[in-house]
């Protein structure tokens, strides 16, 4: 795929100056979707933006965690045509897109605002849809939503792979209290939570409102596993 790409960019004729940039979709329909890349960027991501054909600057937001050597992880959102693709020129930005959020246990964009509590394991205890005017949760009813839950399994059972059968031991998320780490910029939101689970596994999950995407964004990564027969749910 990698080369398939690189033949389809290297006959494009670039119409600007500046490192470019390729996205392509093959979709059917035009998207506008978070893109997250590695550029040269020797000084801060804020006094660059990166430029399409038609003069439409798209902002930078900086990842947080650990860059490849002499280059910068951002992310930008940019719009490709359906089937096709759009080149983007990195530029200096003489004036960056200025960016304030308020400080607290949560992220919004223009379509939600999701809460966390740390002393429910990290547990989200609010989605209000902005456009809808509502809570999208159940407040409590079963606990906050992304909780994780362990359930021991019987592990010498005869029955088919595709059947569970739990001896009743249970762990719940909720149960652990949670760091909650908070990033927010021009681009996206994130909500990070880590927590330990007895001493089975380290769990870590990501929250992400991306600004021009009504969608919420959902990962759990279970690391450093230490038990056996378990099953996890969220």
């Known amino acids: 795929v990698r080369r398939a790409a690189a033949y389809l ?13 390729f996205v392509f979709n093959p979709h059917t329909w035009e998207r506008t979707e978070p893109c997250e890349i590695c550029l040269p960027l020797k000084k801060s991501n804020r006094g660059f933006c990166l430029v399409d ?32 693709y759009s080149v983007f020129y990195l530029r200096e930005n003489a004036q960056p897109e200025r960016f304030e959020a308020p400080e607290g246990l949560f992220i919004e964009n223009a379509y939600y605002k999701i809460e966390a509590d740390p002393a429910q394991g990290g547990g989200i205890t609010s989605i209000y849809d902005k456009k809808a005017r509502r809570e999208v949760l159940r ?19 005869m029955e088919t ?8 031991l249970k762990m719940f998320s909720t149960e652990c209290q949670a760091e909650v780490s908070v990033e927010k910029g021009v681009n996206y939101q994130k909500l990070t939570v880590r927590y330990t689970m007895g001493t089975v596994a380290d769990i870590r999950q990501e929250i992400t409102l991306f600004s021009r995407v009504r969608r919420v964004a959902f990962k759990t990564v279970v690391a450093d596993y230490r038990g056996s027969d378990d099953l996890f749910t969220v």
């Open 139 to 157: 407040k409590g009813e079963d606990g906050p939503g992304n909780r994780v839950v362990i359930l021991r399994e019987v592990p010498d059972r």
């Open 53 to 84: 054909a038609k003069g439409t600057a798209y902002p930078l937001q900086e990842t947080a965690g650990a860059h490849p050597e002499g280059m910068k992880r951002v992310v930008f959102q940019p719009k490709v045509p359906a089937m096709g």
């Open 161 to 168: 792979q595709h059947e569970f059968y739990t001896t009743g």
């Open 9 to 21: 960019a290297s006959g494009v004729k670039l119409t600007q100056k500046g490192a470019p940039v």
